[in-house]
């Protein structure tokens, strides 16, 4: 069977592909249903872009790779789809977008969208040898129990990570790309909870607090949550795609507001307080506890001096933790690394050394901060080598 594009998988770019890249296009997925990243994401309300979303929420070798695809297809055209669709949506935070019902509405938007496109489906289609001969592919199809070889002028790897194997991933993106000659930037599970050796924070499961999580040079405002394996929430997500193993993580648990000078006043209006029933009115108190283990916190408030207060707020602020490592691809909603940027074009996606290869979404080189930013480069990534697809 010939086709003029095949794309290998029926995720977020892949089906934004598929829609974009012109006539006889197969798009296939080992997965008995398409998008089911899609379907499960943001709480099943599907966060699918961020209105701030710009090139500085993205990691990559190349910092700049992703500035034409996400400067062509922007959040604002994205947008403009779901509104097409009549997909009602809401900012719930930060810029993020949701859904107001359903991500399966997404999903049915793009189903609509490659069936306008004339786009073929295969789903439970396991992918086998690949060849190229100079100018065409050649593949393998595995499909109800029967192998299926095709031919296609564009092969489009689309098919994701290694977060979440239960869901199917399984970096095939990578394998390709090194079969073809391509770098791969090792990946490495992004946007995980942190794990802890000594199981010190299971007392502590179910705490939140709003804080700043620094990890490498980057630091991260939103709230952390305490698991009985350790430490996650927004903050911790985000920082975790910075965070390398063996490394420190500082927190600044009083970053919302001035403590020192709140303490001050209590001294004057609440001087018979314990220190920690005065600083459970500014932190969890369960929080209090654990850190009154770590730091001295006896005495009433009145019986601190400014000194102490000051080394206190230190503390608070400057809380340094050593992960004992993340809870890997079982959780992490992104993977870091993937297909080297420096071997495709960032118009087109294409390969520089393979014409025809395209390497689209989180298998490539580039992941975004949480928030809807991954949807959004799935979306840019994926138009951008469909438009160049129908182009050609
Ligand atoms: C729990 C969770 C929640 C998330 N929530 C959000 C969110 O709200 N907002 C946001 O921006 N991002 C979110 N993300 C991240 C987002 O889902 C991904 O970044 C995005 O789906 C990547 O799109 P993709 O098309 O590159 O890969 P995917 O969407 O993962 O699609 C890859 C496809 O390839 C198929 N495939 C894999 N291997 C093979 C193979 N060997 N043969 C055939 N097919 C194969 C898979 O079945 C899959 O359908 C979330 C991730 C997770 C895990």
């Known amino acids: 069977m010939e086709f003029e594009t095949l794309i290998i998988g029926a995720g977020a770019a892949g089906m934004m592909c598929a829609a974009h890249a012109g006539p006889g296009v197969l798009i296939i997925d080992h997965a008995k249903a398409p998008g089911?990243?899609?379907r499960i994401s943001g709480g099943g309300r599907c966060n699918f872009t961020n209105l701030h979303a710009s090139p500085q929420n993205f990691i990559s070798q190349n910092k700049h790779f992703c500035k034409s695809a996400l400067g062509r297809y922007t959040q604002w055209d994205f947008i403009d789809l779901v509104d097409q669709h009549g997909i009602a949506w809401h900012e719930k935070t930060l810029g993020q977008l949701f859904c107001d019902h359903s991500a399966k509405e997404i999903i049915a938007m793009l189903r609509a969208e490659m069936d306008k496109a004339g786009a073929q489906l295969w789903l439970q289609t396991e992918v086998g040898e690949i060849s190229h001969n100079g100018s065409r592919f050649s593949i393998a199809l595995q499909r109800e129990g029967q192998t299926?070889?095709?031919t296609a002028g564009n092969l489009v790897v689309a098919c994701g990570g290694k977060s979440i194997p239960k869901m199917g991933a399984t970096g095939l993106g990578y394998q390709i790309a090194t079969q073809f000659g391509l770098p791969v930037i090792t990946p490495r599970?992004?946007?995980?909870?942190?794990?802890f050796s000594d199981e010190k924070f299971k007392p502590l499961a179910g705490v939140a607090t709003p804080a700043r999580v620094h990890a490498g040079d980057t630091s991260f405002d939103e709230a952390i949550l305490f698991t009985h394996r350790g430490l996650s929430g927004p903050a911790v997500l985000q920082a975790s795609s910075y965070w390398r193993e063996g490394e420190t993580i500082k927190i600044n648990l009083i970053a919302g507001g001035d403590l020192m000078p709140a303490l001050q006043g209590q001294r004057q209006t609440d001087g018979r307080k314990a220190l920690t029933t005065v600083l459970s009115q500014h932190?969890?108190?369960?929080?209090?506890?654990?850190?009154?283990?770590?730091?001295?916190?006896?005495?009433?408030?009145?019986d601190q001096s400014d000194a102490t207060l000051a080394a206190l707020c230190d503390h608070l602020s400057d809380w340094t933790l050593t992960p004992a490592g993340s809870e890997g691809y079982r959780t992490a909603e992104v993977t870091l690394g993937g297909v080297d940027t420096d071997a495709l074009s960032s118009k087109t996606m294409q390969s520089k050394t393979v014409p025809g290869l395209y390497f689209i979404g989180e298998c490539v080189d580039v992941t975004g901060w949480l928030g809807g930013y991954n949807f959004q480069w799935a979306w840019s990534s994926g138009w951008a080598a469909g438009q160049a697809i129908a182009a050609s």
């Open 36 to 38: 089911e990243k899609i």
């Open 148 to 150: 299926r070889q095709i």
């Open 189 to 195: 599970p992004g946007l995980v909870p942190l794990m």
């Open 283 to 302: 932190l969890p108190a369960r929080l209090v506890d654990h850190l009154s283990q770590e730091i001295a916190l006896t005495g009433n408030i009145a």
